[in-house]
């Protein structure tokens, strides 16, 4: 039989919450204390915000140095260190205490080294004013290095010094940002708060620097082309659009750099590439900002072979500089970089992923009927390729979880692309899926200006049609094409989705310091 229930009258009542504190008073309290720490300045002539310190070490290198050693071998040292950070743990305790500064270094331990501060080494008076120091102030620390009886490396504090006073305080128990779109909006705060956040930009860092390295060994050299381009050309895209006042005229922001690094190819330089940022006026999603970050690269005499074997070894090469493997892991499934990529043409792709027969996937009726079943658009000027392709994006692609090149795209969808020598309808080009989502676009750049010419002209009528993403009709360069350009692979691979893949990171917003957001009210 079960006990009986207490009535609610019953019940004792519930103490009080304590209120919680309002972050107005905390940084009008800050602000007093800044007050008093500026007449206390003013007073002996010394600045409130000092600029003399110099830290000489860092949190992480004497963690890593020292860490695994007993305080019997390191405190016979007598190590002198001088380290600067934020402060963003403390206790006081009477006449001794400690806190934790965090400083700009990465390790496991987040660049977090424990201070011991004692009242009799420092003096009363600088005691005293440390007492009311406030997490987040940044501070200068000199002392001795030494490890607790709990083990736990840590400097015995004589000279300690306010650096910068911070007016508003950090989220509370320093548990970092919960939303996360305040993660976004506040970044410097999600930076301080979450060593994930930091080890993410910090691998992303590691990736540049592997792609620049891997490039220039192989015979690339670093470009810089224009971000206002007066046509806007090297994708189909809506671009963003603004004024020139001193030329008056009309620009807008590059939406690929591609006709800019062809014209290179043009001029004699035979191997070039660009890490650059784009901007495509389009929508929001995980997988898309408006802002974003390409690698683009153009070798003379490669074709699309030659292309894929090398996008290949590119991504090994990053993924291991970043992480340590080509074997990674998304969203708790295994990516294999490791091993060759597969190939698959866009026909082969809807064999053997979209339950269709090669009969099938050849006929138009079928195709159609297949795009009519998955509500995808099939507009009735379209051919057999250009079906293909629509039910490929619509039905194919997001299964697409191992690396895999699609190849032998429409000449309709890929206005830049070399047409195949043996089926002229479908062109040279590639697209690498990984994890269900496009990474890398290449192909054997069309070099005939004749040619291209007639392509603009037909992405124009599709522009005069209502088509915004459609190409302009850029004279200027076909008049570099007719100077010739020599056979030429281009290739551009997306920086922020391969950071998305490499640092494990569900959003593209993860992992783009400062992404696009709507403007709060």
């Not at 800044?34 to 600029?51: C, E």
Request: charge should be negative; hydrophobic fraction near 45%.
């Amino acid at each position: 039989m079960n006990p009986p229930v207490s009535s609610p009258a019953a019940l004792p009542e519930a103490p009080a919450a304590p209120p919680a504190p309002d972050d107005n008073a905390l940084i009008v309290e800050r602000r007093e204390k800044l007050a008093a720490l500026r007449l206390a300045a003013q007073a002996v002539g010394r600045p409130v915000f000092p600029n003399d310190f110099k830290p000489q070490h860092q949190a992480a290198v004497l963690l890593q140095q020292y860490g695994a050693l007993d305080n019997e071998a390191i405190e016979p040292q007598q190590l002198q260190v001088t380290l600067a950070g934020r402060m963003v743990l403390k206790r006081v305790m009477g006449k001794a205490s400690f806190c934790t500064l965090q400083d700009g270094s990465m390790g496991d331990s987040g660049g977090r080294i424990q201070l011991f501060v004692a009242r009799d080494v420092l003096g009363e008076a600088a005691y005293a004013e440390f007492k009311h120091w406030d997490l987040g102030d940044i501070i200068g620390a000199a002392g001795t290095l030494f490890k607790t009886k709990t083990g736990e490396l840590s400097v015995r504090v004589n000279t300690l010094r306010l650096l910068t006073k911070s007016l508003r305080p950090l989220p509370d128990k320093f548990h970092g940002l919960a939303d996360q779109e305040q993660k976004y909006r506040q970044r410097h705060i999600d930076l301080i708060t979450d060593p994930t956040a930091r080890a993410r930009f910090i691998a992303r860092s590691k990736a540049l620097a592997a792609i620049r390295e891997f490039m220039g060994g192989h015979g690339f050299m670093e470009v810089e082309t224009p971000m206002l381009h007066p046509i806007p050309g090297g994708a189909n895209a809506k671009p963003f659009v603004t004024h020139h006042n001193a030329l008056d005229q009309r620009m807008f922001l590059r939406i690929a750099p591609e006709l800019y690094l062809k014209r290179l190819i043009v001029g004699g330089f035979e191997r070039v590439f660009e890490i650059n940022r784009s901007f495509r006026n389009e929508g929001i999603s995980v997988r898309h900002n408006p802002e974003f970050t390409m690698m683009e690269f153009y070798a003379a005499y490669w074709n699309h072979h030659d292309l894929m074997d090398y996008t290949e070894q590119v991504l090994r090469h990053v993924a291991h500089s970043a992480t340590g493997s080509a074997t990674l892991t998304y969203g708790g499934r295994p990516v294999d970089l490791a091993t060759p990529f597969a190939r698959l043409t866009v026909r082969d792709a809807l064999v053997a992923h979209a339950g269709l027969s090669a009969a099938e996937a050849g006929d138009a009726p079928r195709l159609r009927a297949a795009l009519a079943a998955q509500g995808a658009p099939a507009p009735a000027h379209w051919a057999l390729a250009e079906l293909q392709f629509g039910l490929f994006e619509a039905v194919v692609e997001p299964q697409l979880w191992a690396p895999t090149f699609i190849v032998d795209y429409p000449v309709e969808v890929s206005p830049l692309a070399r047409a195949s020598d043996t089926n002229p309808a479908v062109t040279e080009r590639f697209e690498l899926f990984i994890t269900g989502r496009e990474y890398a676009n290449g192909f054997s750049e069309l070099n005939d200006a004749q040619d291209q010419a007639a392509r603009f002209a037909a992405q124009m009528a599709n522009k005069e049609a209502g088509d915004e993403e459609a190409m302009y009709y850029d004279a200027d360069f076909i008049r570099a094409l007719e100077i010739g350009m020599p056979p030429t692979g281009g290739c551009g691979i997306g920086i922020d989705r391969l950071m998305m893949l490499i640092t494990d990171s569900p959003s593209i917003r993860d992992v783009i310091l400062f992404p696009s957001l709507r403007q709060e009210a």
